[in-house]
């Protein structure tokens, strides 16, 4: 954990007060052994960066006072949007942690045609538990940003939600990410990725990617499984274009 982060409701007038048994109260008190005078990084999730003050740290919890930076970061991460073709539930459980670690501002989730349809109704999606898991990882990645994610029932339909801008595919097909088309953009933004199932997209699907302005990029010579290039594409993107701002 790299930065605690609360949320706007868990704070009155700068003062948060979390029970013994929170993780983040566990943390500071085992983790850090802070002690009251100390500060530890913080932040509000999808809101500013900042310090919090520890007022007391022991069996009886976390008192303490948060207080933003003199410029404070608000979202952070590399941004972006990454669609993603559904994995195992248990997959995505540890997925969509490191995927907020990394700070992509969406993550749109679709049924491909070779994966299970079952997997769209497994208990992952309960909106408080996934949610937990995005904090977790925003934590983990130092920022506040946690990313929006959506379901879509097909790849057509994902392709609508869309945003405008520059649009990859990792494929196996496709030319070496440093040929493909570079150059900096203003906002991380406007770079979309794109990740297919462990079988991979149908033609049809990949005609429609293509269709949609997709430009096919090889992650290299070894065949990833989905988990690994969802990961490793959005970030070697964000790099293409030289870093561009993601707040």
Known sequence: MNRILFEESELENGHVCLPPNDRRSVHVRTVLKAVPGDTVRAGI??????????????????????????????????????????????????????????????????????????????????????????????????????????????????LEALPAGLRYLADQQGKPLFDAPGGTVQHAGSLTSAVGPERGFTDDERNA??????????????????????????????MHHGRPDAR
């Open 45 to 158: 999730v999808q809101g500013a960066t900042g310090t919090l003050t520890v007022e007391d740290s022991d069996s009886n919890g976390l008192h303490g006072f948060f207080e933003a930076d003199d410029e404070p970061i608000t979202g952070g991460g590399i941004g972006g949007t990454l669609l993603l073709a559904a994995v195992r539930p248990i997959v995505f459980k540890r997925l969509v942690k490191d995927l907020s670690t990394l700070g992509l501002e969406r993550i749109l989730v679709c049924r491909a045609t070779l994966t299970e349809r079952s997997y769209l109704h497994a208990s992952i999606w309960d909106a408080d538990r996934l949610r937990g898991r995005l904090v977790e990882g925003a934590e983990q990645g130092g920022h506040t940003r946690i990313p929006e994610v959506s379901v879509y029932a097909s790849v057509p339909a994902a």
């Open 209 to 238: 990617l293509l269709a949609a302005r997709f430009c096919p990029v090889s992650l290299g010579p070894a065949i990833l499984r989905t988990e690994v290039a969802a990961q490793a594409l959005p970030l070697l993107v964000y």
